[in-house]
């Protein structure tokens, strides 16, 4: 059984908080991990985009950025870029975002890299022989580090229900070419009574197939899936219909994880669970959080770490929501256990962990 520890936020002592607990818990949930001097250590990170303030916050990774550095390796904050059309679609406005939203030195102690290049298009094949790919196409930046720690802020995503470890893995480690690999077989589609015709779907999309006049029109041969109009849509007037879609996006997500992962050295992963908002952190704006912030947690198996982080969040009441219910489903009326039981089936973790709270 995984071992997953966990924090909350509360303490009443100068040298019991946040940050020391942070770095508690890369203690005990890595004990037994150790690093070379020459080890470089990509913690994969979300840097934000332009407009919205749920992002992880860098003061609450600095922590993490220094217990590597004790361990004896060199951490380096990474991404890769956006497949839509947003302020981190290139390396140049992603760099240039990521220091807007305050991920800079002195506040965290590691350079940023965007992992896969300029235009996105830097990556190595990794050979995974997975039920939707037998090879996946990773950052650079990714394949050549070492290790690869998942820093995640975990929330809801209307295609996966939810953002947690493994979905920070698998799509952020993915080249552009692997993130239209993994979107393929999504086909949004417009509510025409709902849709107010504000365009705004059109802005973010990176192949101009949307139209907009009366209302959006969406031109299936042209869209390749990434699911940005719908998140980016101020009324919920873009949907994805199919399930099975969204069931084989969660899968193919978790398969890139696996690739990403493929020959690194064992790591901590931590989940940030608080601003839990609805939606991630790629539209440009916040919708107010599903549940109160609830803790850290962290662990060297991603499986496990998400399935607590879920279960917490399920477990937690929320202003529209009793305890026990499942949120992201009830948002976005999607299964995101989809993600968690093909992660389990291609050996990446197990669901059944411990989970220990060393705020007690």
């Keep these: ?33 150790e690093f070379n001097k020459e080890d470089l250590v990509a913690l994969k990170i979300h840097f934000g985009e332009k407009g919205i303030d749920t992002f992880l916050r860098p003061v609450r990774v600095a922590p993490i950025v ?158 390749i899936g990434c699911g940005e109009c719908r998140i980016v849509c101020p009324e919920g007037a873009i949907q994805v219909k199919d399930s099975s879609s969204n069931k084989v996006l969660q899968e193919k997500t978790a398969e890139y994880a696996l690739g990403a992962l493929t020959d690194k050295k064992e790591v901590v992963h931590f989940n940030f669970i608080m601003d839990v908002t609805p939606e991630c952190d790629c539209p440009p704006w916040r919708k107010a959080p599903l549940v109160p912030d609830i803790g850290v947690a962290a662990s060297k198996d991603p499986v496990a770490l998400d399935q607590a982080s879920f279960d917490l969040v399920k477990k937690e009441s929320g202003k529209n929501y009793k305890r026990g219910i499942d949120k992201f489903g009830t948002v976005h009326d999607v299964d995101s256990t989809w993600q968690l039981q093909h992660a389990e089936k291609i050996g990446l973790g197990e669901r059944d962990h411990e989970l220990i709270n060393i705020s007690k």
């Design 1 to 33: 059984m995984s071992k997953v520890y966990f924090t909350d936020l509360t303490s009443e002592k100068k040298d019991d908080n946040l940050f020391s607990r942070i770095q508690k818990l890369f203690k005990k949930a890595g004990e037994d991990i």
């Design 66 to 223: 220094e217990a590597v550095k004790e361990a004896g390796a060199k951490p380096f904050l990474a991404d890769s870029n956006t497949l839509y059309s947003g302020s981190r679609s290139n390396a140049v406005d992603h760099h240039r975002t990521a220091q807007e939203n305050g991920w800079l030195r002195p506040v965290v102690d590691a350079p940023v890299i965007i992992a896969d290049g300029l235009h996105g298009n830097e990556f190595y094949t990794v050979e995974i022989g997975g039920d939707h790919f037998d090879e996946v196409k990773i950052g650079a930046g990714f394949f050549q580090a070492n290790a690869i720690m998942a820093i995640s802020h975990f929330k809801g995503h209307g295609m996966t229900g939810f953002g947690g470890a493994l979905k920070n893995l698998g799509m952020g480690c993915a080249s552009r070419a692997g993130k239209l690999m993994q979107h393929y077989d999504v086909e949004p589609e417009v509510d025409t009574e709902n849709c107010i015709g504000c365009g705004e779907c059109a802005v973010w999309c990176p192949e101009d197939a949307i139209e907009v006049e009366q209302y959006a029109n969406i031109d299936h041969e042209t869209c």
